[in-house]
């Protein structure tokens, strides 16, 4: 159990991150399994959770095994090419399965019992026939029947739902202008309306915790060209790949993929730093990591500015080479466009966040919180109780993180004895 102290100091780190996805458009595809897996409830109130944080959501469910499971033990189940023929009998169950799949989502989503998290949320669930479909027709001698690819999704349809505060929850049912319907591949219609929506993120709900380097370790970031290379454990998750790998090609942001196995996966990978499964990113990531000899000259190319300016205190680059283990950086295409420092002082429990700089054309979007929230992290790691910042330009950025106001004499007595008078920087501190 978290004592108030840890939960307090959970809420603060997980600030930065509602306020990223506040807004934000996450296509959310529940996989096969996820509504027989004992952990569908707690999902559900995760999405819940996540859509009343501001997120607008969209919800696709996977129906090809309960599709399996419904048709007579003694009807042939054909695939081609991974490609289901659907014929008459299978069409029919695929509409069960959807509509069935659809109501118990509706019903989780309409929970609202006074000792459920979904206490009078009355969320707005909202399904429609957005997708229209064609058939696959016949490819290699094989009709595939009832089976369809998507034709266009009514994106403007779509958003409808979002800007109603509704929940899109879209079934992989398509139909065509002649009236008819067409089983479509679930995964397909996630990656379909992702890409017309403008989606912010994919995010796929599986059995697989995401994808896994040669040695079989999680692999938590990578761009959709390296992904393309990795080996992956089962057709399924190569054609989840495939599908996350596409999107982000097609404009979504970033594409993620989960285990809903794993309870809180889901929160986990939007709310914590490390996440939960692989985050797959079309442009070269930007990557927060610790400084190394190799970054100096990056590192002044970026802060000499702000020590002429007076923003920053002038380090030569021997103290930049000796201090260089201090530094975080955010690197983007080999360069460093954000820093900041953390100088422990370990006796009196506490340390110096200093030199905390972003390049002019990378303002404004949470580069600096971001480094500021690693390095209060590491500080924390550190045992230091509380951080502090001399700042001359920057006093009120510090205020809106948490700092607040303190004097020379609170500082740790070494500090003190540097203390630069005529600089008469501001000190702020806060606690860790
Ligand atoms: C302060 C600084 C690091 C912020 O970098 P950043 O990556 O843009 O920071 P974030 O994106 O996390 O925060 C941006 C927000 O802070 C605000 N902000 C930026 N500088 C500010 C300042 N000096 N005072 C008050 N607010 C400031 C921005 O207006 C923006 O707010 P908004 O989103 O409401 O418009 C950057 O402006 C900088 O490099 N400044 C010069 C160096 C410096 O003074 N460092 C501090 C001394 S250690």
Redesign the pocket.
């Known amino acids: 159990m978290m004592n108030t102290e840890d939960h307090i100091h959970w809420f603060r780190h997980t600030g930065p991150y509602i306020k990223a996805h506040r807004g934000r458009t996450f296509v959310v595809y529940l996989g096969n399994g996820v509504l027989e897996s004992p952990n569908l409830t707690t999902l559900v109130h995760d999405l819940a959770l996540l859509h009343s944080l501001g997120v607008r959501l969209v919800l696709v469910h996977a129906t090809r095994e309960a599709i399996d499971s419904a048709l007579p033990s003694d009807h042939p189940v054909v695939f081609k090419n991974g490609i289901r023929v659907t014929d008459d009998l299978t069409l029919a169950a695929a509409s069960d399965v959807a509509a069935r799949q659809r109501v118990q989502l509706e019903r989780l989503l309409s929970m609202g019992l006074p000792n459920t998290p979904l206490k009078d949320a009355h969320i707005r669930v909202m399904a429609g026939n957005v997708l229209t479909a064609r058939p696959i027709g016949i490819r290699g001698g094989v009709d595939y029947l009832h089976s369809g690819t998507v034709r266009k999704i009514d994106a403007e349809g779509v958003q409808a739902i979002l800007n109603n505060d509704a929940i899109a929850l879209i079934s992989p049912l398509g139909y065509s202008p002649a009236g008819e319907l067409f089983s479509v591949s679930a995964s397909d219609a996630a990656e379909a309306v992702a890409v017309a929506i403008g989606a912010d993120k994919l995010i796929f709900l599986d059995r697989h915790a995401g994808l896994e380097d040669q040695d079989g370790n999680l692999i938590r970031q990578c761009t959709s060209a390296s992904a393309q290379n990795l080996s992956v454990l089962d057709a399924e998750q190569q054609r989840l790949l495939d599908a996350a790998c596409r999107a982000c090609s097609r404009g979504v942001t970033r594409s993620h993929l989960l285990n809903f196995h794993h309870e809180g996966a889901l929160l986990e990978e939007l709310f914590t730093h490390d996440g939960s499964g692989t985050l797959i990113a079309q442009d070269p990531y930007e990557q927060a990591r610790k400084a190394g000899i190799d970054d100096i000259a990056s590192i002044m190319e970026l802060i000499r500015p ?1 020590e002429e300016s007076g ?2 205190v002038r380090r030569s680059r021997e103290r930049l080479e000796e201090e260089i283990h201090h530094f975080s950086i955010l690197e983007r295409d080999g360069r460093v466009i ?1 820093c900041a420092a953390l100088y422990p002082f370990t006796e009196t429990g506490a340390g110096e ?6 390049h002019p054309d ?9 480094l500021l929230n690693e390095l209060i992290d590491e500080a924390s790691r550190l045992s230091l109780t509380e951080v502090f ?1 001399l ?1 001359t ?5 510090f205020l ?1 993180q948490g700092f607040e106001p303190a004097t020379p004499d609170l500082l740790p007595v070494e500090k003190q004895q540097l203390y630069n008078w005529q600089r008469n920087a501001a000190v702020l501190k806060r606690a860790v």
């Open positions: 702000l923003a920053l954000a966040i200093a030199c905390v700089a972003t990378y303002r404004g979007e949470g580069r600096a919180q971001q910042v700042t330009q920057s006093t009120h950025w809106e």
